[in-house]
């Protein structure tokens, strides 16, 4: 079992930057796949970022890359998303997702195991 726990959001000016954190707790944490979504008011939650380390693969959905980075600290066992030049569309909640497979699509939702409570970003204007 894995739970986890995402922080850091907020409110932010257009332009700006947030650091989300997501603190897992479980054992074998370094071998899941991670992945970040976001689901903004009367739409379907919809896919960031995710990485495999085991695999070393990454992916980004094309309208966060070059803007946004997915990292991980296994000592502290937690995942970041470092979200820089915010724009008002990345208004959303955010939520973290552990995946025990390493193979396979890592950009949908029912491939995740385990979600987060998420936390709301909100980009102003």
């Known amino acids: 079992q894995v739970q986890l726990v995402e922080s850091g959001g907020g409110l932010v000016q257009a332009g700006g930057s947030l650091r989300l954190s997501c603190a897992a707790s479980?054992?074998?944490?370094?071998?899941?796949?991670m992945g970040w979504f976001r689901q903004a008011p009367g739409k379907e939650r919809e896919f960031v970022a995710a990485k495999s380390w085991s695999a070393g693969r990454i992916s980004y959905a094309d309208s966060v890359k070059g803007r946004f980075t997915i990292s991980r600290d296994n000592a502290k066992n937690t995942v970041f998303l470092q979200m820089n030049s915010l724009k008002p569309e990345d208004t959303a909640v955010y939520y973290c997702a552990a995946r025990g497979s390493a193979s396979g699509r890592l950009d949908i939702v029912s491939v995740y195991d385990y979600w987060g409570q998420g936390t709301q970003v909100t980009v102003s204007s």
């Open positions: 479980g054992r074998a944490f370094s071998s899941y796949a």
